[in-house]
């Protein structure tokens, strides 16, 4: 069973930066696609950037321009690097895992996440 352990958050004031990773226990990580979704209290969780085994990137307009995903399929993990960083960026960050090749930002089609790390940012 895949494993993906999330790090990085905390706590950030107004037009700052924050950079999140995620590892994968995967065999063959190289094979997923992966993304991160956040969840804010009250709110339903939202896709914000995912990025597919070719390495092909899509983002939700929320944080397009600002936020930036990657991969590094030799330490099987996954980044994102967050910059001017806004009070409504706060936020449990989750990353997660599906096997096929698309890029998707729909939760229902990831089948294993992690369990989040707090992003909180302050103005």
């Known amino acids: 069973q895949v494993r993906l352990v999330e790090s990085g958050g905390g706590s950030v004031r107004s037009v700052g930066s924050l950079k999140l990773s995620c590892t994968s226990s995967?065999?063959?990580?190289?094979?997923?696609?992966m993304a991160w979704f956040r969840q804010a209290p009250g709110k339903e969780r939202e896709g914000i950037a995912a990025?597919?085994?070719?390495?092909?990137?899509m983002y939700a307009d929320s944080v397009k321009g600002r936020f930036t995903i990657s991969r590094d399929n030799a330490k099987n993990t996954l980044n994102l690097q967050m910059n001017s960083l806004k009070p409504e960026d706060t936020a449990m960050y989750y990353c997660?895992?599906?096997?096929?090749?698309?890029?998707?930002?729909?939760?229902?089609?990831?089948?294993?996440w992690g369990r989040g790390t707090q992003v909180t940012v302050s103005s």
């Open positions: 995967a065999d063959a990580y190289s094979r997923y696609s």
């Open positions: 997660a895992s599906r096997g096929g090749p698309l890029n998707t930002l729909e939760a229902r089609l990831y089948n294993t």
């Open positions: 990025i597919a085994r070719d390495g092909s990137t």
